[in-house]
């Protein structure tokens, strides 16, 4: 029973072999296909990460666009009032220039021709007016004249007048 025992441990042994050289075999094909899928791993990280990044990047843009649309819109709300108000401007300034303008055409100004021709006419009369004004003068000087001739007669009459009533004493 020991031969068969030991012969039986012989071919245990051998086949324990085989099998052991199997599963080594079965192991270095596993640990083929581990560093495969390892290295389809980190590919797979780097692309994710790669792709991590671009999205990051694409959240900022993001951010920054609805920063400047954001912007955009309240500086055309701003245009937008302000065009309102030009206009509410505008229809105020066409209202007084149709007041202005009526107004204009009521009022009725002369030609150049008619205010020339007055303007002559109004030096003509200045000049006629100092004429009179030096002659008033003049008349006014023969005045005191004629009075102070006047005077001295009247005083040579009185004396005359004296002179020749008789006298009573």
């Known amino acids: 029973q020991r031969r068969v025992h030991g012969a039986f441990h012989m071919i245990d042994f051998d086949q324990l072999k085989i099998e052991n050289h199997q599963f080594l075999e079965r192991i270095e094909q596993k640990n083929l296909e581990l560093v495969d899928l390892k290295g389809t791993t980190t590919r797979t990280?780097?692309?994710l990460n790669k792709h991590m990044d671009k999205l990051n990047g694409l959240l900022q843009e993001q951010q920054h666009l609805q920063k400047e649309v954001q912007s955009r819109e309240d500086f055309e709300k701003r245009l937008v009032a302000?065009?309102?108000q030009v206009t509410k401007d505008g229809q105020t300034a066409r209202k007084k220039n149709e007041?202005?303008?009526i107004q204009h055409e009521a009022v009725r100004v002369?030609?150049?021709e008619d205010y020339i021709a007055q303007k002559a006419e109004m030096l003509?009369?200045?000049?006629?007016?100092q004429n009179w004004k030096r002659k008033v003068e003049i008349a006014a000087g023969h005045?005191?004249?004629m009075k102070q001739?006047?005077?001295s007669i009247s005083k040579k009459q009185q004396t005359v007048l004296a002179n020749s009533k008789p006298r009573l004493s």
């Not at 003509?124 to 007016?129: H, M, S, V």
Request: glycine share 0%.
């Open 124 to 129: 003509e009369l200045e000049k006629a007016a």
């Open 99 to 101: 007041a202005l303008k």
């Open 143 to 145: 005045v005191a004249v």
């Open 110 to 112: 002369p030609k150049v």
């Open 45 to 47: 990280v780097q692309s």
């Open 149 to 151: 001739q006047m005077l």
């Open 82 to 84: 302000e065009m309102e």
